[in-house]
């Protein structure tokens, strides 16, 4: 059998459930931190085992560059190679494709690109983007589409959706079925509704172990992007995982996960850490503001992670400031440990049916803002 999903309870349009794969199960909603280059950055394994992370994300495009998809094979596969025993994702690499823009050559059997880093050619259709998820040995495959440019016009976004959709019969086609791994199709569309539904329709009469909603959070605003889940998600079936891709800020994925989306992945909590940005539940902090100096508490009284546990705001201040390798460590330890909270606390309202409450919560406590120094 391919990933299982065992859908455990709803809250109005919210899901609490579990995806079993061949290295171990993942409850959802869930957030994937990103590794793209076989590692999520300046996170050993178990460190990022210790935040709550049940799966990762990875990029095809970039590994099939360096290290490639046939070396890491040799090493036994992707989770070995890296160190992770949990399930993982990778994404075919068609986002990362198209947005080298003028480096690279659509046609209908696939992409022929230059590499960013030699400026060597390659090329990635369906059959190749499901061949390197294979050598990876990725547990959720993602198929080959085009991620639609935005804003695009009714056609252009008909012509590209409808060419994804051809590469989607090809990926299905060209995936062996095999225990604990699953192929997922993505919907894309644009923001237009018509598209949308159309899309989700071709993928479902195809077939899949789950469902991406794509092509969203490229610059459409948060009001388009859940207008867009709300006439998307009606048509998708509803015993199989939801993921919205590359979403997103904590108030994006609270939204997403009210209208039925069951995973997410995003490189902000890793990127913000990296640029001194920490999430909080009373919103984001920036830690280079020399208001931290001399702040005796820690960055979040509540959470748990080592940043928080066992070093002062002016500490982590200070670090930042030193351009020490700690600092950035620790704010994207925090970080990822904040988004893994807010999924836990999603599927603890979810599952007591007290989603509405907690949504308030979660408002009321970003719009408080950070308090500075008071307690001092
Ligand atoms: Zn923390």
Redesign the pocket.
């Known amino acids: 059998m391919s990933t299982r999903f065992e859908l455990l309870g709803t809250d109005g349009q919210a899901r609490i459930g579990r995806v079993s794969t061949a290295h171990g199960v993942f409850s959802t909603p869930a957030f994937m931190p990103v590794g793209t280059a076989a590692t999520v950055k300046a996170m050993t394994p178990d460190a990022l085992k210790s935040t709550g992370a049940e799966i990762v994300l990875s990029n095809t495009y970039h590994l099939m560059l360096r290290p490639t998809a046939e070396r890491i094979a040799r090493f036994g596969g992707l989770h070995r190679f890296m160190g992770w025993e949990g399930p993982i994702l990778t994404d075919s690499g068609g986002f990362q494709v198209m947005s080298l823009a003028g480096l690279r050559k659509i046609s209908e059997r696939g992409v022929v690109f230059k590499s960013h880093l030699d400026g060597s050619m390659h090329e990635l259709s369906p059959e190749r983007s499901i061949e390197i998820q294979h050598l990876l040995d990725t547990d959720i495959t993602m198929c080959f589409d085009e991620c639609t440019p935005f804003p695009a016009s009714f056609e252009t976004a008909k012509t590209s959706m409808e060419l994804s959709m051809r590469w989607a019969l090809r990926s299905r086609e060209a995936f062996k079925p095999r225990d604990g791994y699953g192929l997922f199709g993505i919907v894309q569309g644009s923001i237009y509704p018509e598209l949308r539904q159309e899309s989700a329709n071709a993928l479902t009469k195809i077939g899949f172990e789950g469902y991406a909603v794509g092509g969203l959070a490229v610059g459409e605003g948060q009001e388009t992007m859940f207008a867009t889940l709300e006439t998307t998600i009606p048509y998708l079936p509803k015993d199989r995982p939801r993921y919205l891709m590359g979403v997103g800020k904590p108030a994006d994925i609270v939204g997403a996960v009210m209208r039925g989306i069951d995973m997410f992945d995003c490189v902000i909590p890793t990127r913000s850490g990296r640029t001194a940005q920490a999430f909080t539940r009373f919103g984001q902090v920036n830690m280079r503001n020399a208001r931290h100096a001399d702040d005796p508490r820690?960055?979040?009284e509540a959470?748990?992670?080592?940043?928080?546990?066992q070093f002062s705001r002016g500490y982590l201040h200070h670090l930042i400031k030193s351009e020490e390798i700690l600092g950035l460590m620790l704010l994207t330890?925090?970080n990822l440990?904040?988004y893994q909270d807010l999924m836990k606390g999603l599927r603890g309202a979810i599952s007591e049916g007290r989603l509405s409450q907690f949504v308030m919560d979660f408002h009321a406590g970003q719009a408080t803002g950070d308090i500075g120094v008071t307690s001092a």
Do not use: E, M, S
């Open positions: 820690p960055l979040d959470c748990q992670c080592p940043a928080c546990r330890w925090h440990n904040y």
